[in-house]
Each structure stands twice: as C-alpha cells, then as structure tokens.
C-alpha cells in the first residue's frame, strides 16, 4: 500500500490505523475528518498525512479532493454512533447513502480496495459461543439495521465497480479515544476518581480488542486481503464481564468496592459475545498481542494525557 483514505480519521478506529499505517511504508494517508472538529488535534503531526475536512454527506465529492489515484480506501466514518443511535432512523439512513458514495469515490480515486466498518450489532440478539462471519444475522435496532444494510448493498456496487470488498463487523474495542459511555471509559474514570462504579451481575460473556491490535487488523487486510469477503474482529476469547471489571480495578485503584449487581440487566441483553477470527487469522496472519491487563495500562496512560 503506498496512498490510503481513511474516513472517520479522527476516531478511535481510525487513529489505530493511521497510527499503524505510519508504522509501515505507506507514503500518504488522507484524513478525511468533518470541518473544523475538535478532534483534528488527536491526528499525529507526519508530513505524510493530508487533511481532508469533509462532511460525511458530502463524500460524492471526496474524489474531487485528492489529486493522486490511492490504493486501499479504509471507510470508518459513521455519524451519530453514539448513545442515541437507535433513535435517529433517518439518521442511520443517510450512512447508508454515505457508504456508497465513500465506495464511488474510492472506484473514481482507482482504489483496490474498499474496507468498511460493520458492527457486532448486525447479528442481533445471538447466544452462541463463538459468532462466525456466517453466523445468522438478524439486527434489531436501527443501528445494527443500517450497519447490516450498508455493508450488503456496498458489497453488490463493489462488485459493479470492481472493487475488492472486506467488510469488517467490529465486537468490542476499548483504547486511546474511547467514547466516554462504554463500559470501559465508565470504569475507568470513576476507579481513578476513587468512586463506586455500578454495574449490573455482569455475568455476560465478552470479547474485548485493545484499538492498537483493531488498527494493526485494518491494516493487514488493506495489504493482504482480496475479494469479497466479511471478517469479525474481536480477540476471539470471551470472559465474565465480571472479570474485565475487576481487572481494571486492580489495575486502576485496587481495593476500591464496586458494585457489581447494583442495576439490573436491560432488556435484551446479550450473554454471549465472541468473534469467531479463524478468517482474519488465515487471510492476514494478524494475531492479538495485548491481553487486557495490557491494554488497559496503555489506556489509563493514555487517559491521563488526554485529560490532564
């Protein structure tokens, strides 16, 4: 890979990317991040970066904006992600749309490839052991619906356009960056703040990526995977939610009472939540190096810089 697009640069998934792409011989990365946000600031300052500050429904012009033909096309931009994304159903709507513009521009910039990022969400409610990229899915909320939907129809105008498609269904990832509502970022601030963090029994099982192993991943598919495929990224090994909890207690403030039990399971809670990565593994090599404990010192870190 020489020249690279990266959509949602700003995020916690695309700053791995990026973080890992400068890792290697890649010789320009386009940022493409929305005008004047707050987060241009978390990109690394490398002269190989070029900033492209571009809404998301205005990716039919992105082409326009890049003057040189690129190879791999990494789309991570996905607006309104957070709390409220299954409330906004036209909101979810309009990323559909923004997909297959972010596709017609790659095929018009000559990408290879097109790599976007799905979600666990698009399977449902699954209580099974292990979810396979073949695993049965059925998305219940408007999210999951969108994410489901955006990477099926991108993956038929790829074929029209002659791209290859890797579709990526993300489980769960925790680092530098991390939305503030995730359990994770939730643990973590209240434990350095010395108070109780409330949970429910935290019985579910779940698998959990440090972002640095999520971007190195991204960027082993953009070198070494072709077609059209799907792959679910996780760290392929699932534990009590209970015991990431305490892990991160340990780690952060150890002896501090936390109160597992303390609210109860929402409805539609899902006890069983594993990526299946034989796929990933076999078409990438790509292994995870941080076990949670790892990822978690390198988060608080990275916390502590982020908010002084």
């Given at each position: 890979?020489?020249?690279?697009?990266?959509?949602?640069?700003t995020?916690?998934?695309?700053?791995?990317i990026?973080?890992?792409?400068?890792?290697?011989?890649v010789?320009?990365?386009?940022?493409v991040a929305?005008?004047?946000?707050?987060?241009?600031?978390?990109?690394?300052?490398?002269?190989?970066?070029t900033?492209i500050?571009?809404?998301?429904c205005?990716?039919?012009?992105l082409?326009?904006?890049?003057?040189?033909?690129c190879?791999?096309?990494y789309?991570?931009?996905?607006?309104n992600?957070?709390?409220?994304?299954?409330?906004?159903?036209?909101?979810?709507?309009?990323?559909?749309?923004?997909?297959?513009n972010?596709?017609r521009?790659?095929?018009?910039?000559?990408?290879?490839?097109?790599?976007?990022?799905?979600?666990?969400?698009?399977?449902g409610?699954?209580?099974?052991?292990?979810?396979?990229?073949?695993?049965?899915?059925?998305?219940?909320q408007?999210?999951?619906?969108?994410?489901?939907?955006?990477?099926?129809?991108?993956?038929?105008?790829?074929?029209?356009?002659?791209?290859?498609?890797?579709?990526?269904?993300?489980?769960?990832?925790?680092?530098?960056?991390?939305?503030?509502?995730?359990?994770?970022?939730?643990?973590?601030?209240?434990?350095?703040?010395?108070?109780?963090?409330?949970?429910?029994?935290?019985?579910?099982?779940?698998?959990?990526l440090?972002s640095?192993?999520?971007?190195?991943?991204f960027?082993?598919?953009?070198?070494?995977?072709?077609?059209?495929?799907?792959?679910?990224?996780?760290?392929?090994k699932?534990k009590?939610?209970?015991?990431?909890?305490?892990?991160?207690?340990?780690?952060?403030?150890?002896?501090?009472?936390?109160?597992?039990?303390d609210?109860?399971?929402p409805?539609?809670?899902?006890?069983n939540l594993?990526?299946?990565?034989?796929?990933?593994?076999?078409?990438?090599?790509?292994?995870?190096?941080?076990?949670?404990?790892?990822?978690i010192?390198?988060?608080?870190?990275?916390?502590?810089?982020?908010?002084?």
């Amino acid at each position: 890979m020489e020249n690279v697009v990266i959509t949602g640069a700003t995020s916690m998934i695309g700053i791995a990317i990026i973080e890992e792409c400068l890792k290697h011989d890649v010789k320009k990365i386009y940022a493409v991040a929305r005008p004047r946000s707050s987060r241009l600031g978390r990109l690394p300052a490398d002269k190989r970066i070029t900033i492209i500050e571009l809404d998301s429904c205005q990716y039919a012009n992105l082409a326009d904006r890049i003057s040189a033909p690129c190879d791999v096309f990494y789309h991570i931009a996905w607006s309104n992600s957070g709390t409220g994304r299954n409330q906004d159903v036209y909101g979810q709507a309009q990323n559909i749309l923004n997909t297959l513009n972010a596709l017609r521009a790659a095929k018009s910039l000559r990408c290879s490839k097109f790599i976007g990022a799905g979600s666990q969400a698009e399977y449902g409610r699954l209580d099974i052991e292990k979810i396979a990229p073949d695993s049965p899915a059925s998305p219940v909320q408007p999210y999951g619906i969108a994410k489901y939907a955006a990477g099926k129809l991108a993956a038929e105008e790829a074929k029209q356009c002659n791209i290859d498609f890797l579709w990526v269904r993300i489980f769960s990832v925790y680092g530098k960056y991390d939305k503030p509502s995730t359990m994770v970022s939730y643990a973590l601030r209240e434990m350095r703040k010395g108070r109780r963090a409330s949970f429910t029994a935290a019985e579910q099982r779940w698998d959990y990526l440090y972002s640095a192993d999520a971007g190195r991943a991204f960027y082993l598919i953009g070198e070494k995977s072709v077609g059209n495929k799907l792959y679910c990224l996780g760290s392929g090994k699932a534990k009590p939610l209970r015991e990431y909890i305490y892990t991160i207690r340990d780690i952060v403030n150890p002896g501090l009472a936390i109160g597992i039990g303390d609210i109860p399971y929402p409805d539609g809670t899902v006890m069983n939540l594993c990526a299946d990565i034989s796929l990933l593994q076999k078409d990438t090599g790509w292994e995870p190096k941080y076990d949670f404990g790892d990822g978690i010192r390198e988060y608080a870190g990275c916390y502590e810089k982020e908010r002084g």
